[in-house]
Structures are given as structure tokens and as C-alpha cells.
């Protein structure tokens, strides 16, 4: 699976909510098939990715907040001392995004100017 590496935060605090109906079943889709095969290889990428594969907002496969998404990106990676191109099984991934993020005051550095921020600050992690 390919995964920007914010995504490796988004898919830990999913609840049903979504830009619209089809990204909204496919990001139902991506968070089970990661529940039931934790140890899914994950390729971090700088571009979209498999969930922006199904979202409004991906314009001709380029998001249409790049500056934004790149910047919460950047603070992902750095927060997990990753580079884009690495590959690491999502338990792994999720495991070290709750440890050196969710538990730490980088979350609200990396993610407080995200529109969803409210509702992931108040939503437990529903990957364990
Ligand atoms: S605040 Fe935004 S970027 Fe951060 S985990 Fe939630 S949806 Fe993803
Ligand atoms: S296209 Fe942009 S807004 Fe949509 S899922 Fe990808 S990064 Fe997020």
C-alpha cells in the first residue's frame, strides 16, 4: 500500500466521516483491510496515494492543497525520523505514530491547522 505519511495518522483516527461518500467507503475499505493485515507493507510517498486515489480533492492526481498536505507531511516524517520511499509494515508505522505523535505535543504542531484537528484531538486511535 502506498501511503502520504499523514495518512498514517488519518487512518488511525477515521469515524465515518470523509470529503464525500466514495472517499468516505474507501477510506472504510483501507481501515479494515489495515485492521485485518496489520503487518501490510506501506511505502511512504510524497504524492497522492492510495487513499487520494479515490478523493475530491485529487485534481489530475495532484491534491489541491499541496503547500498544506506537504507541510503536515514533512512534520510526519520528521517527527518518525522517515524519509519518502521507506517501507514498513503498518503496525510498525501506527505503533511509532502513536508513540512519537499522538502521545506527544507534536500532534497538535503537526496537525492543529487541519480542518478535522477538533474531531482527531477527540477521537481515540481505532488502530491498536
Ligand atoms: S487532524 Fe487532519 S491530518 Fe491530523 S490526523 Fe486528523 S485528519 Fe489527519
Ligand atoms: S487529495 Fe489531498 S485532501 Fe485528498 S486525501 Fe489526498 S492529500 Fe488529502
Redo the contacts with the bound molecule.
Sequence with gaps: MNLRP??A??I???TGHGYDEKFTAHMTGTVKVLRDRPETPVELVSGCDDLCAACPNNIRGSCSTPEK?EA?DAGVLSALSLSAGDVLPWDRLSERARREIFGTEK?PE???S????N???D?DTNIL
Aim: charged content about 15%; aromatic content about 20%; glycine content about 0%.
Design positions: 499523514h495518512h495518522l488519518c488511525q483516527k477515521f498536505v503536515t500532534f503537526i496537525c492543529a487541519c480542518e478535522w484537528y474531531l482527531c484531538r477521537t
